[in-house]
């Protein structure tokens, strides 16, 4: 089993940034692809970026490629999401997602464990 736990949400301007962490316990860290995805009021939760296991390849949503950066601390068993150039559109509830395998993946059924997500609004 493996626990995830975000942190870092909140309101922001748009043009600020924000910084999620999702720290995780349980399971090796390092064995996990780790995934953020989001979901804003009524809509389907949709891939946001993703990063591998040991070489740490990463990949992100055409929507925030250049604004957003995603990367690990396996010493620390965190995974961070940083949001730069926020914007309204943007609002959402963020969540880390972690895969017991090594590659990539955009798809939330590939995920195996999910955190309780953090709120992030951006106003205008």
């Known amino acids: 089993q493996v626990q995830l736990v975000e942190s870092g949400g909140g309101l922001v301007q748009a043009g600020g940034s924000l910084r999620l962490s999702c720290a995780a316990s349980?399971?090796?860290?390092?064995?996990?692809?780790m995934g953020w995805f989001l979901q804003a009021p009524g809509k389907e939760r949709e891939f946001v970026a993703a990063?591998?296991?040991?070489?740490?390849?990463?990949y992100y949503a055409d929507s925030v490629k250049g604004r957003f950066t995603i990367s690990r601390d396996n010493a620390k068993n965190t995974v961070y999401l940083q949001m730069n150039s926020l914007k309204p559109e943007d609002t959402a509830v963020y969540y880390c997602?972690?895969?017991?395998?090594?590659?990539?993946?955009?798809?939330?059924?590939?995920?195996?464990?999910w955190g309780q997500g953090t709120q992030v609004t951006v106003s205008s």
């Open positions: 349980g399971r090796t860290f390092s064995s996990y692809a």
């Open positions: 997602a972690a895969r017991f395998r090594t590659g990539l993946s955009v798809g939330d059924d590939e995920y195996d464990y």
């Open positions: 990063i591998s296991t040991s070489d740490s390849r990463t």
